[in-house]
């Protein structure tokens, strides 16, 4: 590892307007088909996104991963508030389980917490994003409404240096995710 918690050999940098199709392709390997590359565009054509927290990793000059933090609202009866969301990561299947992937979140949720955002929700693996800092949400008063096939405990938050547990409510997915 790098002093900056990255693999050897390993860059992580913004997202530029060259990487697209390269994204494209990653995404869609890492997720088995089109739709979760289709959600990437569509994020980045939405007033969620958030261009500094798109951010890619090289490894030997080859872009092998890409993160992407937007916004979604966290819904407290009639009150909404913008939170920060990470969806999706994606790793080359040839890279994964080299240590990419959690560089690739560790970069973005530093980020995010430079941003001054209170914390951070996805939807994903506990034991992967657990390593990473995330718990469930649940207790911390977050739902997020999952697909049928995910355990309780893949709503998850990351808390950040401004966490306030006032924070509470119910995680509204943008209109991008309407595909999904």
Same mark, same amino acid.
């Given at each position: 590892m790098t002093p900056a918690g990255e693999p050897a050999g390993v860059l992580i940098r913004p997202e530029r307007p060259g990487d697209s199709a390269d994204i494209t392709r990653v995404v869609a390997a890492a997720f088995g088909g089109p739709e979760v590359a289709r959600l990437v565009e569509d994020i980045r &054509? *939405? &007033?969620?996104? /958030? &261009?500094?927290? *798109?951010? /890619? &990793?090289e490894v030997d000059g080859e872009l092998a991963g890409h993160v992407m933090v937007s916004y979604a609202a966290l819904r407290d009866g009639a009150a909404d508030r913008r939170v920060a969301m990470l969806s999706p990561l994606a790793v080359a299947p040839h890279r994964q389980r080299r240590g990419v992937g959690s560089a690739l979140v560790r970069a973005v949720t530093a980020r995010v917490d430079a941003a001054g955002e209170p914390l951070v929700v996805l939807e994903g693996s506990p034991a992967f994003y657990g390593r990473l800092g995330f718990e469930h949400s649940v207790p911390l008063g977050i739902v997020i409404n999952l697909p049928e096939w995910a355990p309780p405990e893949a709503a998850q938050v990351r808390r950040l240096a401004r966490y306030d547990p006032a924070v509470r409510g119910t995680v509204v997915y943008p209109p991008a995710f309407d595909g999904l």
């Open positions: &054509a *939405s &007033a969620h996104f /958030v &261009a500094d927290w *798109s951010l /890619v &990793a």
